[in-house]
């Protein structure tokens, strides 16, 4: 996992340990690191069940702040139909604050575009320009770290970017022509997101900015992909939030009592 609910291991794992459940079959987790770390919870909970599908099963946060063996107790205790027999391994010298870089593990690529650190570093919320016709950097060596479209002029994009002074990063302009999905060899204008300390980098609002800004900027071109946008945020309501021209705080602050509760939910299932 990437610390991220969108991320479908989890949702694989659940289904395994649904289906051991069904067979009486144990279920043994080998725990492992949250890359992001297991301080930080971003982004509102999935509404369960209307939202509840393979990119997010259950109402936790986009950025979750869990490991996975965590989130196994989580979900065998709270909404798997059938408990499993279930046994976390826990790991051992492993922090909350630590970062993945910071345990001396090697960084096995988990898929095709999760390359690196940096890239799930950005990942809790330049996902969800999957669910828009902006680029999110597939098909480049830096997806979900470069953004982009045909019909955007980078400079002008990055000097409005950098106008919200955003903690922990700052955006240059940039151009690039995807290898495949979208704009597959067309040159995108656009911009790379610079992580400057990752402790202040809150990618979610980071991307909320991100998406308003353009809506703005290019109204006759910006599309959402309505249904996808909502299936992977897991509600439908930050979509017409934006639609309707919210403040990216108030959007924040619409599901932060949700998010204040999930910190208390999560408490007697943390290992660490």
Known sequence: DVGTRIYTYLATMAYCMQASAENGV?????????????????????????YSSFVGLYPIPVRHGMTVGELAEFFN???????VNLTVIPMQGWEREMWYDETSLPWVIPSPNMPTLDTATAYPGQVFLEGTNISEGRGTTKPFEVFGAPWIDGYELVKKLNGFNLEGIKFREAWFSPTFSKYEGELCGGAQIHVIDRNQYRPFESSLHII??????????????NEYFDKIMGTSKVRQALEKG???????????????????????????
């Open 26 to 50: 144990d279920f043994i987790v080998l725990d492992r690191p949250n890359p992001i770390n297991g301080e930080d919870l971003e982004g509102p909970l999935l509404e369960y069940p209307e």
């Open 77 to 83: 205790d709270k909404f798997l139909e059938k408990k």
């Open 212 to 225: 308003k800004t353009v809506m703005k900027m290019y109204p006759s071109h910006f599309k959402f992909h």
């Open 246 to 272: 919210s403040d990216v705080k108030e959007i924040i602050k619409s599901y932060q009592k949700n998010l204040d509760n999930f910190w208390e939910l999560r408490k007697p299932y943390l290992l660490y």
